[in-house]
C-alpha cells in the first residue's frame, strides 16, 4: 500500500502560481509513476500531468502544456507540480496518483493510489 498525501492548494488570481506537492508514504521502496489528476464540479477527473519513476519522462495535457511542470523528488518520496500562469478554467480539486509500474501513463485505470486531493481555485 501507498500512501499520498497532498498540500499546497488554495486560491490565486489569474496569472498567479501555485506549487502542489504530494508526499508518499507506505510502500515507497517500490518503483511507481506518478500522475495529478483533477476534477472541477459537474465534470469528470482528467489528466494533468505524468512523471516516470526516474523522472525522465513527462506527460501533460494539451491544455497545461507550456504553463505545468511536473518533478520528483523519490529521495523525499514527494512529487510536486508547478503551476504557472493560471487561468479561471484551472479551478479543480487537484490529486495526487500512484500505479504500480515505472512507466508514466495518462490514463486514470491505471493507477492503484490516489491522494484525497487539494482544492485550487483561480479567481479574481
Known amino acids: 500500500q501507498v500512501q499520498l498525501v497532498e498540500s499546497g492548494g488554495g486560491l490565486v488570481q489569474p496569472g498567479g502560481s501555485l506549487r502542489l506537492s504530494c508526499a508518499a508514504s507506505g510502500r515507497t521502496g517500490s518503483t511507481y509513476a506518478m500522475g495529478w489528476f483533477r476534477q472541477a464540479p459537474r465534470k469528470e477527473r482528467e489528466f494533468v500531468a505524468a512523471?516516470?519513476?526516474?523522472?525522465?519522462?513527462?506527460y501533460y495535457a494539451d491544455s497545461v502544456k507550456g504553463r505545468f511542470t511536473i518533478s520528483r523528488d523519490n529521495a523525499k518520496n514527494t512529487v510536486y507540480l508547478q503551476m504557472n500562469s493560471l487561468k479561471p478554467e484551472d479551478t479543480a480539486v487537484y490529486y495526487c496518483?500512484?500505479?504500480?509500474?515505472?512507466?508514466?501513463?495518462?490514463?486514470?485505470?491505471?493507477?492503484?493510489?490516489w491522494g484525497q486531493g487539494t482544492q485550487v481555485t483561480v479567481s479574481s
Open positions: 496518483a500512484a500505479t504500480r509500474s515505472a512507466i508514466a501513463t495518462r490514463y486514470v485505470d491505471d493507477y492503484a493510489y
Open positions: 512523471i516516470s519513476w526516474i523522472g525522465l519522462n513527462t
